[in-house]
């Protein structure tokens, strides 16, 4: 094994159970998601190389799958999907500190538009600041406060209707 290799291994070993909830956060859905990271994870390997600031390496993958999940709403892939009467087993994730409270919001949070999703799961799920959020998502701090004031408006107000 090559240092690049055992780099890009130990990597994976120590971040990729928190990536795979980002992307799940991302779809919301635990297949999507695992497609998501694996695409991204191969587009970070063969940029390994060219990637100098092993501190941003997380900031880097990430925003390749907010690019990805991006792309994959362009593009015509959901129409070759075919449904199926089984449904395979899945384990689902729980973090330790869900309360169960998290769950329901997370639902909530999944039928916000794409970009607004993913301006919430960057600031509030992996916590970013919101000039990291702007970095990673290719926009202005401007635009990430207006776009998180707007989801959590929207959160509010759909939250408020579940509960009545």
């Not at 497609?35 to 390997?45: F, I």
């Not at 994959?72 to 973090?95: F, L, S």
């Not at 500190?97 to 970009?115: C, F, N, S």
């Not at 635009?143 to 959160?155: D, E, H, P």
């Amino acid at each position: 094994m090559t240092d690049r290799d055992a780099e890009f291994t130990a990597y994976l070993q120590a971040r990729q159970a928190r990536l795979l909830r980002t992307a799940y956060l991302l779809t919301g859905d635990q297949h999507q998601a695992e497609d998501l990271l694996q695409t991204s994870l191969a587009k970070l390997y063969l940029a390994w190389d060219r990637v100098r600031d092993r501190e941003s390496v997380d900031a880097y993958v990430r925003r390749i799958m907010v690019n990805e999940n991006s792309s994959r709403w362009r593009g015509g892939w959901r129409r070759r999907e075919v449904a199926t009467d089984r449904v395979p087993d899945a384990v689902p994730v729980h973090d330790v500190y869900d309360e169960g409270v998290g769950a329901e919001v997370w639902r909530v949070v999944q039928t916000l538009p794409r970009r607004a999703r993913a301006v919430v799961v960057l600031r509030y799920y992996e916590q970013l600041t919101e000039a990291e959020t702007a970095e990673v998502l290719g926009i202005s701090v401007g635009t990430v406060k207006s776009q998180c004031s707007r989801a959590i408006a929207q959160l509010r107000t759909r939250i408020g209707e579940e509960e009545r």
